[in-house]
Nanobody, 121 residues
Framework: VQLQASGGGLVQAGGSLRVSCAAS????????MGWFRQAPGKEREFVAA????????NYADSVKGRFTISRDNAKNTVYLQMNSLQSEDTAVYYCAAGPWPRVVVSGYTYWGQGTLVTVSS
């Protein structure tokens, strides 16, 4: 599976942004998908995950209630809708595919290249 993240950019604090991750291959619907982020000088951290069908989602406490993960298996795409953005959300956002919607980096097999989200205060 090859993953291509897009949609990052510059947004003001309090604003919204949606990032997308398009997958190649016909097996996308069999994978759980996750979003992680990495800020400068920090380790990559879990943001959100969704199971293969979209019925189960999981969020980091820091984004719960502000971010929503969703997927469209017909389009081989997973989304991360980000609302009420804060300066602390500034990071490179990575999508990943794996067998289960885990919250750890090691739980995913395939990774996209990342898309930069910058929140200005």
């Amino acid at each position: 599976v090859q993953l291509q993240a897009s949609g990052g950019g510059l947004v003001q604090a309090g604003g919204s942004l949606r990032v997308s991750c398009a997958a190649s291959g016909r097996t996308f619907s069999s994978y759980a998908m996750g979003w992680f982020r990495q800020a400068p000088g920090k380790e990559r951290e879990f943001v959100a995950a969704i199971n293969w069908s979209g019925a189960t989602t999981n969020y980091a406490d820091s984004v719960k209630g502000r971010f929503t993960i969703s997927r469209d298996n017909a389009k081989n795409t997973v989304y991360l809708q980000m609302n009420s953005l804060q300066s602390e959300d500034t990071a490179v956002y990575y999508c990943a595919a794996g067998p289960w919607p885990r919250v750890v980096v090691s739980g995913y097999t395939y990774w996209g290249q990342g898309t930069l989200v910058t929140v200005s205060s």
